[in-house]
């Protein structure tokens, strides 16, 4: 919808920005160098930006900090697509937003939130081995607690990253409302971004629709559908409950409506080995990306006392 704005270009799905800076803290600009810029070009998703290699050097040249190359890569794909600005989705980018803002403090987010059992009724059909939530171990035994947990991550971190940021920087919307009052919401949107409200952010499937059977909603390019995902009909009840089991808190806050006011005894315990699971899980993500960070603070300052001395 966005990206049929006549003044904004979206790209899909790209991920590379705070992947080729993984091990950098929050609020560090690093220095560009020529490792930096082969990492963004050779980053598996990076085409999707549909820039050519001369771009990218173009980008470069006049860049000095990996956000200055950074924003030269968008302002790049907006003129290449006749626009005066750019703008990225990629969901994982709701983990991050500390570091996007401390790079690009003029950016705007918009978080779109979605009923967390539709969003694992789709996750379920499109995570694959090594893919999404899959890569997690406890998928095997447990895929529905693993996209409970997922989402409710995911979610809770956008919120709470984004209220820090303030309206001005970050703007919240819910799917189920997007579907159901589209220019409503689109006008609100645009609002926000200071943009002025244009029709064809609506019809942005005008053209493109295909009709063959076994199309997802997204690649068959339907117009706004709702009802697509429904988990009062399409979700086993001992998904349902466990997932609500693990993630009802959070439905409840967005307000989404619960299909039960108890869990049972059985999926109480399921759900408390799985958050626990989860729990220690993310105790050693977090302890290791720490290590990461100071062995590359280290190797940073060793670089450094190399060239003074």
């Known amino acids: ?176 409302d997007l579907i159901a009052r589209t220019e409503q919401k689109l006008r609100e949107l645009a609002e926000f971004l200071d943009l002025p409200f244009a029709t064809e952010m609506e019809t942005y499937y005008e053209g493109k629709t295909r009709h063959q059977p076994g199309l997802s909603a997204k690649k068959a390019w339907l117009p706004p559908t709702q009802g697509l995902r429904d988990w009062r009909t399409q979700m086993r009840a001992r998904d349902l409950e466990l997932f609500e089991a693990l993630a009802g808190r959070l439905l409840g806050e967005l307000r989404y409506e619960r299909s039960a006011d108890s869990i049972s005894p059985e999926v109480a315990d399921i759900a408390e080995k799985c958050q626990n699971w989860w729990d220690s899980e993310m105790a050693h993500r977090k302890s290791s990306k720490a290590v990461s960070r100071d062995l590359q603070s280290a190797d940073n300052a060793e670089s450094l006392d190399a060239r003074v001395n």
Not at 16 to 37: C, N, S, W
Not at 82 to 88: F, P, Q, T, V
Request: hydrophobic share 45%.
């Open 1 to 176: 919808m966005l990206d049929n704005h006549p003044q904004l270009a979206v790209a899909n799905d790209s991920h590379f920005i705070p992947r080729a800076i993984k091990q950098v803290g929050i609020g560090i600009d690093p220095v560009l160098t020529p490792e930096l810029i082969d990492a963004v070009r050779t980053y598996h998703r990076f085409h999707r930006l549909g820039l050519s290699e001369g771009a990218v050097d173009e980008a470069a040249s006049d860049a000095r900090t990996y956000a200055q190359f950074v924003s030269a890569l968008y302002s790049l794909l907006a003129q290449a697509h006749g626009k005066l600005l750019a703008g990225e989705k990629t969901p994982d980018y709701v983990k991050v937003l500390p570091l996007l803002h401390g790079l690009f403090p003029w950016v705007r987010t918009i978080h779109i939130i979605r009923d967390g059992r539709n969003v694992a009724l789709s996750t379920l059909e499109w995570s694959k081995e090594g893919r999404g939530p899959s890569r997690f171990a406890l998928w095997r035994q447990e895929p529905v607690a693993v996209c409970a947990l997922w989402w409710q991550w995911q979610v809770s971190a956008g919120m709470q990253d984004g209220a820090r940021l303030g309206a001005d920087q970050y703007h919240e919307v819910k799917y189920e």
